[in-house]
C-alpha cells in the first residue's frame, strides 16, 4: 500500500500535529466560581440582619434619633385617647373627693357629709369628667408635643437599660411588658387643675402610672435578640458589603456576579419589609383584650418606620446597582440602551455645534480622560451617599438622577476633535 504522507525534497514530510480541542475550564476558575457564589450567598443573607442591627444601634446610641422616633405618637388621636385615659385613671383614684367637696362647701362636715352621701356616684362621675377635660386639654395642645420629647429624651438611656437587661428608670420591661412612665404628664395636668380652680389636685401625691407600648409573650426573646444586635451594631452591615464586594471580585464573570450581588440584596431587603408587615398582624391579632388596637397599631408603625426607610433604601440600591452593572455590560439590549443614550446626545452636541459652540480643549480633555471622569462621578455619588445622615430611598434616587445628569454632561462634552490628515496642497 502507497503512503499517503507527503514526499519533499529531503524526504517525507511529517504530518500536522492533530488539532486538539479547547481544553475544559481550569479547576481555578471552578474554585473563584464557587467561592464568588458562596461570598454572595452569604451578603444575601446578612442583608436582613444588617439593616436591622443598624436600625437598632442607631435607636440606642442616639438620643435625637430616639426621640425623633417617638414624636409622631403625641399627634396620634388614639395615642392621645390612651393616655388621656390612662392618666384620668391615675389621678382620679388618688383626687382627695372630700377636699373637693369642702372647697366647694366649706360651711362644715355635716354639710360635706350630706354631700357625699347624697351625690354618691354622680360625684365620681362628676369629678371624673372634670379631670378628663382638663387632662385632655393639656394632651391635645400644642405644648403636649414638647411634654411628650421631654419624656422621650429623659427616658432615652432607661430604654438602653432596659433593653440590654440593667432595667430601672422611666422605661421598664417587666415579663411581657414594655411601659412608660407618665409621671411628668400627671404633674403638668396636676398643675393645669389647680389653674383651673381645683385646689384638691395640690394635694395628689406623686403618681408613677405606666403607659403600655409593647405588649406581647415574646418580648423576653425580643430583648435578648435586641442585645445580640446592639452588639453586632453596623458590622454587620460592614461585613455584608465585603462579603458582595469579596463576591463580585472573586468572580470570572464579575459583571454578571454584581448584577446577582446586587439583585439578591434587594430581594432581601424586600422579604424584610414584607415579614415587617405580616409581623405586625399577627402581633396586633394576639394583643389582650384590654389594649386599644388602634393605639399599639400606631406605636408599632412609629417604631419601625425608621427601619422601613432603610428596607427602601437597600431595595432602591440593590436595583440601582443591579442596572448600572447590566448597562455596563456587553449584551446586545445594555449596548443597543447605550447606543440610544449616545446618539442622542451626540445629536444634541451636533445641533450645538452648527448654532456655533465649539469644546476646543476641553472637549479633547474630556474624551481623553471619560472614563476616569465617570468612575470618579460614580465615587463622588457613592461618598456622598455614606456621609449622609441617615439616608433615604428617596435620597438614593435623587442621587441616582443627579449621577445620571453628570455622565450625560460628559458625554455631551466628550468631543475628540478633528483627525490630524496630510495637509492640502495649494490649488490641489
Not at 371624673?128 to 411634654?147: K, Y
Not at 426607610?309 to 449584551?331: E, F, I, K, T
Amino acid at each position: 500500500m502507497a503512503s499517503s504522507t507527503p514526499a519533499g525534497p529531503d524526504g517525507p514530510v511529517p504530518a500536522p500535529p492533530p488539532v486538539r480541542a479547547p481544553a475544559a475550564p481550569h479547576g481555578r476558575h471552578r474554585l473563584r466560581s464557587a467561592a464568588a457564589a458562596v461570598l454572595i450567598v452569604l451578603a444575601v443573607l446578612l442583608t436582613p440582619l444588617a439593616v436591622v442591627a443598624a436600625w437598632t444601634e442607631s435607636e440606642i446610641t442616639d438620643p435625637d434619633r430616639y426621640v425623633a422616633t417617638m414624636a409622631p405618637l403625641a399627634d396620634d388621636p388614639a395615642v392621645q385617647a390612651a393616655v388621656t385615659d390612662r392618666v384620668t385613671a391615675a389621678i382620679v383614684e388618688r383626687l382627695p373627693v372630700e377636699s373637693l367637696v369642702s372647697d366647694l362647701a366649706p360651711g362644715g362636715a355635716p354639710l360635706l357629709d350630706a354631700l357625699l352621701q347624697r351625690l354618691g356616684s354622680a360625684l365620681g362621675s362628676g369629678v371624673t369628667g372634670l379631670v378628663h377635660d382638663g387632662v385632655q386639654r393639656l394632651v391635645q395642645s400644642d405644648a403636649f408635643p414638647a411634654i411628650w420629647d421631654d419624656l422621650n429624651r429623659s427616658a432615652h438611656a432607661a430604654v438602653d437599660r432596659a433593653l440590654t437587661g440593667k432595667g430601672g428608670g422611666a422605661v421598664e420591661i417587666r415579663d411581657d411588658t414594655v411601659t412608660l412612665d407618665l409621671a411628668p404628664v400627671i404633674d403638668r395636668v396636676k398643675q393645669a387643675l389647680v389653674a383651673d380652680g381645683v385646689v384638691a389636685a395640690d394635694r395628689i401625691p406623686e403618681i408613677h402610672t405606666s403607659y403600655v407600648l409593647v405588649k406581647s409573650d415574646q418580648v423576653d426573646d425580643v430583648r435578648t435578640l435586641v442585645r445580640l444586635l446592639s452588639l453586632s451594631g453596623y458590622w454587620a452591615a460592614v461585613l455584608a458589603a465585603a462579603c458582595a464586594v469579596g463576591g463580585v471580585l472573586a468572580a470570572v464573570r464579575r459583571r454578571r456576579a454584581a448584577v446577582a450581588a446586587a439583585l439578591g440584596t434587594a430581594a432581601a431587603a424586600g422579604l424584610l419589609g414584607l415579614g415587617l408587615t405580616a409581623f405586625r398582624a399577627v402581633y396586633l391579632d394576639r394583643l389582650p383584650a384590654g389594649v386599644d388596637q388602634d393605639a399599639a397599631a400606631a406605636v408599632y408603625d412609629t417604631l419601625v418606620r425608621y427601619l422601613r426607610d432603610a428596607v427602601r433604601l437597600v431595595l432602591v440600591l440593590g436595583l440601582l446597582v443591579a442596572l448600572g452593572a447590566w448597562l455596563s455590560g456587553a449584551g446586545r439590549s445594555a449596548t443597543a440602551v447605550r447606543g440610544l443614550w449616545r446618539a442622542g446626545l451626540g445629536g444634541v452636541r451636533t445641533a450645538a455645534g452648527r448654532m456655533g459652540l465649539r469644546l476646543g480643549p476641553v472637549g479633547r480633555f474630556v474624551h481623553r480622560f471619560k472614563a476616569w471622569l465617570c468612575w470618579a462621578a460614580v465615587g463622588a455619588a457613592v461618598l456622598v451617599l455614606l456621609l449622609w445622615n441617615h439616608p433615604t430611598a428617596l435620597v438614593a434616587v435623587r442621587l441616582g438622577v443627579a449621577l445620571l445628569a453628570v455622565l450625560a454632561v460628559v458625554e455631551l462634552l466628550d468631543d475628540p476633535g478633528a483627525p490630524a490628515g496630510p495637509a492640502k496642497e495649494v490649488g490641489a
